[in-house]
């Protein structure tokens, strides 16, 4: 079972991870033994509070469970109609790290010097092609919002 566990990490930190656990209290053995303090754990899909909520982390080597979290959260904008350049600007507020600031304001400079969504995801060098194909692809189409769900949503699958 997935588990995304609200945590205080060794560096007093409060963060949102995710682990795989037979249980709930396999889950807290695990986080504690790895020397995090558990506040809170969840199962199934995460609302919107928690996925607008989640910090971003895309520099380096982001895994794609971080990914499918930014891709989510800026869907979630989209679909509210927050403009491309403003939903980006929100989420490099939300960033969880000076270096992931970085890549989400490169990506907002890129759009809000013309460049469409998908280049600018392409620029920032971070993201699978077939995300970015289907970002291309929903553009020219006109159906951003969904087809951003829909990547966030087969990206989970693959973390």
Request: proline residues 3%.
């Amino acid at each position: 079972m997935e588990f995304r566990c609200q945590v205080i990490d060794r560096d007093g930190k409060n963060t949102v991870i995710m682990r795989e656990a037979i249980s709930e209290e396999q889950c807290v053995t695990e986080l504690v033994s790895q020397g995090f303090t558990p506040l809170k754990l969840r199962t199934g899909k995460a609302n919107w509070i928690e996925l607008l909520n989640s910090p971003i982390k895309l520099s380096g080597n982001s895994g794609t469970s971080e990914q499918a979290v930014f891709l989510r959260q800026l869907s979630i904008l989209v679909v509210a109609d927050l403009p491309v350049d403003r939903s980006l600007d929100m989420l490099r507020d939300q960033a969880s790290s000076s270096r992931q600031k970085q890549a989400v304001a490169k990506m907002l400079s890129d759009v809000r010097a013309g460049q469409s969504l998908a280049k600018a995801m392409e620029c920032e060098g971070n993201f699978p092609a077939w995300v970015i194909g289907i970002v291309r692809a929903s553009e020219t189409g006109g159906n951003l919002g969904a087809a951003l769900t829909q990547a966030a949503d087969r990206m989970s699958s693959l973390a």
